[in-house]
């Protein structure tokens, strides 16, 4: 793969560019219940050198009922300013999943306006079966002050997708497992019908990943949006189960040069519950 500080960049990337002063890694570790893991507790046992550890529950907007929504302006600000992450660094993102959450933070940076920040491609299991230092120290941290420039275009709100899924553009594309995106298989937050936005192509994220978790190029996940029906002549909105993994379609995108997207923040946690808004079930 090609590295590129502003999407994704390789173990060996890092390794090599660990002790830049500017640079400033985040644990951005984070999985659902059923999943029996506990992100802070595996970040504190083992993380790499200088980490912070990213809470995407705590860092969120707190005064809304849906999960881990984008949080407001000064929130970011003021934690990021007391993790020691601002102007002037270069941000490397990971997760110990390999990729699943690392990119919901990159999105989270590109949302405020941050250009550079990358994922780590493989994330924490490849760094660490290459052998490349952890350690179990929380990072010395000094203030640094952000600039935040809010960039609207980049997320969508469910009056937006509504639209979007009448009229058929943007193209709309859900990265949740097929199974869940066709109404077979229960959703795993408490409430919410089964199914999918009328309108979604059905693109799990999964499918955009090589068996080592490291995305696959640039040409192949084209063929795979291609091949889910995706018009990639039109802007997309990606969507998921909760905002998270949506974040992978939106890298894949911005990698392939199809820098015309947005991310559906509230995703199905909203859209399943919405008793106003209609829900297709099947293949799309």
Not at 198 to 210: C, D, E, Y
């Amino acid at each position: 793969m090609s590295d590129d500080p502003k999407t994704l960049v390789s173990t060996d990337w890092l390794a090599q560019h660990l002790k830049d002063p500017d640079l400033r890694v985040l644990d951005a570790s984070w999985y659902l219940p059923e999943a029996g893991r506990n992100a802070r507790d595996e970040y504190n046992e083992a993380h790499i050198p200088g980490a912070r550890f990213f809470d995407i529950d705590e860092i969120s907007d707190s005064r809304s009922d849906l999960p881990h929504m984008a949080p407001p302006v000064e929130k970011f600000m003021s934690r990021m300013r007391a993790m020691g992450v601002g102007d002037g660094h270069q941000v490397v993102v990971y997760d110990g999943a390999g990729l699943l959450s690392a990119a919901r933070v990159w999105w989270l940076f590109r949302l405020m306006g941050q250009e550079n920040v990358a994922v780590l491609d493989g994330g924490f299991p490849k760094w660490q079966a290459e052998g490349h230092p952890t350690e179990d120290m929380p990072p010395i941290v000094r203030d640094r002050h952000m600039t935040v420039r809010f960039q609207n275009h980049l997320v969508r709100d469910v009056t937006q997708v509504a639209a979007a899924s009448k009229l058929g553009d943007p193209a709309i594309v859900d990265a949740r497992a097929a199974i869940r995106f066709r109404g077979e298989a229960p959703e795993p937050r408490e409430g919410l019908r089964a199914g999918h936005i009328p309108g979604a192509r059905s693109v799990p994220f999964t499918t955009l990943l090589n068996a080592d978790k490291t995305m696959k190029s640039p040409d192949e996940t084209r063929a795979v949006f291609e091949a889910a029906g995706v018009d990639l002549d039109k802007p997309v909105i990606t969507s998921c189960g909760s905002g998270v993994t949506a974040a992978i379609l939106a890298l894949a995108l911005e990698r392939m040069g199809h820098s015309q997207w947005s991310l559906y923040d509230g995703s199905w946690a909203e859209w399943g519950m919405f008793p106003t808004v209609p829900v297709a079930t099947g293949d799309a």
